[in-house]
């Protein structure tokens, strides 16, 4: 929070970090473009263009209305014959339904097998399976969610979109490598679409053949390109984030700013990074989570709770939303890391149908997701390697949040416009160099992350940066743990530690446990599973080279050791595997 203001009187970080090279060339309209945008709406001619697309958008309203009145006298009519049977009736009702709904749009399935109608007039999807659809069904047929005539509609409908054309539905935004075309959604029926090298220009849901989920309260943003503000900084540096370990509080801005930017490229990140909001009670996380949320939906946004038996409920909102923030992830979720582990990698979550026998349902988690917590329980290695920890601590004095939002809200399309004016830049250089492998898990944010900072000369900052998370992540998976606080005492004591079989390290690490009462796996077969699990943790928090070998029968010998240190016994020691068992659980 300490710093300089800018022109604008936005506070600035204090450092000169990498964080501060993050912001783009702006290519959005110029002073001129602005001022002569104001001039033509300032124009009465302009005024009344304006004014007849706001009546041709009532004789549409009218028209609807008129539409649906005449759907309702046709169903009205053919529910009355009383000369034609009931096998009849319905099918001919769900035909004069289908024809009404195709005059205004179309039916379309994904991949997943999820069942949508795209509504032009509002430019928005309807799941079939969900409560708006068959509320916009029943609006316009006259017919009761009760009603025996209604069931069989709805259930001809979604017989039929499950055999018809799957198409792709986007979620925030979709970018075209080779074309560098980039288009984002403003949250409800609009986006705003760009060419590579082009201006920003304002279009609507579906054009060009591109589908966005939008949630039914959100509200839309639009973008202001003042080229001097710096509402962005003003955006992070109310996000109460701390030093922590190697990881300062700038660098911890920079790595956020990197992941929201990464958003808008969902074909660069098939794996995501989780946003962990760590800290003591009262330090603004989950402020925090919902200043994310406010500015990509909107005032109607809030964060969610987690329940312990409620899996369902978690596919249901990774899959339905755009964005989800999971508040107070304290209390142990047995099911909570394999989820986690299962959005990151973008695997799809499959659960079996109510009241079937062995029918499976597959979900593709769609929503950007972040979690708040003050004591986790997810720290499981492989589950900390997807996290993107980010440290929080107690403010000496609060501001309510009224206040935090309403600023929020009269800075969101500021903040939006210097966010279309960085992708833009982005998306221009982007894949024109290659970027290169490195150890850390989550390759494809390391590797949009060189991309921006390449752009900038700085490819080797990113590179250091990368490393200084992976200790944060490996710090976040080790705390509390008495593997790590056992093995650490015992190379104080040792220096080296090894060749030793694993039950003569297993005997070592628990006379150290007992005695400083840490909390440690009470069978050998526990130890050796979990020192496999741990290696990369036991490395990266011990400083050590983590080397294993197999003897007579079969028995593992571990062996720890500084690198550049003597290795001593080495036999058939695996000391090359230690990069190539990065991707590996």
Not at 131 to 151: D, N
Not at 288 to 311: I, K, Q, S, Y
Not at 452 to 469: C, H, I, M
């Amino acid at each position: 929070m300490n710093g300089q203001n800018d022109e604008a009187g936005c506070p600035l970080p204090s450092d000169h970090s990498a964080y501060a090279e993050l912001h783009c060339r702006p290519p959005g309209p110029s002073a001129e473009e602005q001022r002569v945008a104001a001039k033509l709406m300032a124009d009465p001619e302009a005024r009344r263009r304006a004014l007849a697309e706001l009546r041709q958008d009532e004789r549409v309203e009218s028209e609807e209305s008129d539409n649906s009145q005449e759907l309702y006298q046709a169903i009205r009519a053919c529910v009355l014959d009383k000369e034609t049977p009931a096998f009849d009736k319905r099918r001919r009702i769900a035909a004069l339904v289908r024809e009404e709904l195709v005059k205004g749009g179309f039916f379309c399935r994904t991949s997943d097998h999820r069942l949508f109608y795209f509504l032009r007039s509002e430019r928005q999807l309807y799941d079939l399976d969900q409560r708006p659809f068959q509320h916009l069904l029943a609006s316009m047929s006259g017919l009761s969610a009760t009603e025996t005539y209604f069931r069989f509609v709805l259930d001809s409908l979604q017989t039929e979109t499950g055999r018809g054309r799957a198409v792709e539905v986007y979620t925030l935004a979709h970018f075209d490598l080779g074309t560098g075309y980039l288009t984002i959604s403003d949250g409800c029926g609009g986006v705003w679409r760009r060419e590579r090298g082009g201006a920003w220009e304002y279009g609507c849901n579906g054009d060009n053949g591109l589908l966005f989920f939008t949630e039914s309260e959100a509200e839309p943003w639009t973008p202001e390109f003042r080229c001097k503000d710096r509402t962005l900084d003003w955006f992070l540096d109310r996000m109460l984030l701390s030093d922590h370990g190697e990881l300062k509080q700038s660098d911890q801005k920079t790595l956020f700013l990197v992941y929201l930017l990464a958003q808008f490229f969902p074909g660069l990140r098939r794996t995501r990074l989780v946003p962990a909001f760590l800290g003591p009670q009262g330090s603004g996380k989950t402020s925090a989570m919902r200043m994310n949320g406010v500015l990509f939906l909107g005032n109607n946004f809030d964060v969610t709770g987690l329940h312990r038996d409620r899996e369902d409920a978690f596919i249901a909102a990774v899959s339905n939303r755009v964005v989800v923030a999971l508040d107070n992830a304290d209390t142990r979720v047995p099911w909570l890391e394999n989820a986690i582990a299962t959005y990151a990698t973008g695997l799809r979550y499959r659960l079996r149908r109510l009241y079937s026998t062995n029918e499976e349902l597959a979900f593709e988690p769609r929503a950007i997701m972040m979690l708040s917590s003050r004591d986790p329980h997810f720290q499981r290695p492989d589950v900390a390697e997807r996290l993107l920890p980010l440290r929080f601590e107690r403010p000496e004095k609060y501001i309510s949040e009224s206040v935090l939002f309403q600023e929020l809200s009269s800075r969101r399309g500021v903040i939006w416009g210097e966010l279309l004016m960085k992708l833009a830049t982005i998306a221009d250089d982007l894949g024109k160099n290659e970027s290169p492998a490195t150890p850390f898990r989550m390759a494809d944010f390391a590797s949009f992350g060189w991309q921006v900072f390449n752009q900038a000369g700085k490819a080797s900052e990113w590179l250091t940066l990368l490393k200084r998370l992976e200790g944060a992540q490996m710090n976040f998976a080790s705390e509390g743990d008495g593997l790590i606080a056992a093995l650490r005492t015992l190379i104080e004591r040792e220096g080296k530690v090894g060749p030793l079989e694993v039950g003569e390290l297993f005997r070592k690490s628990s006379e150290i446990a007992e005695v400083d009462s840490l909390p440690m796996s009470r069978t050998v077969q526990g130890f050796g599973m979990k020192l496999t699990n741990m290696r990369r943790v036991i490395e990266v928090e011990l400083g050590v080279k983590y080397m294993e070998e197999r003897r007579h029968k079969g028995k593992r010998f571990i062996t720890l050791i500084a690198p550049g240190g003597d290795t001593g016994e080495t036999g058939d020691t695996i000391s090359g595997k230690v990069a190539s068992s990065e991707g590996t659980e």
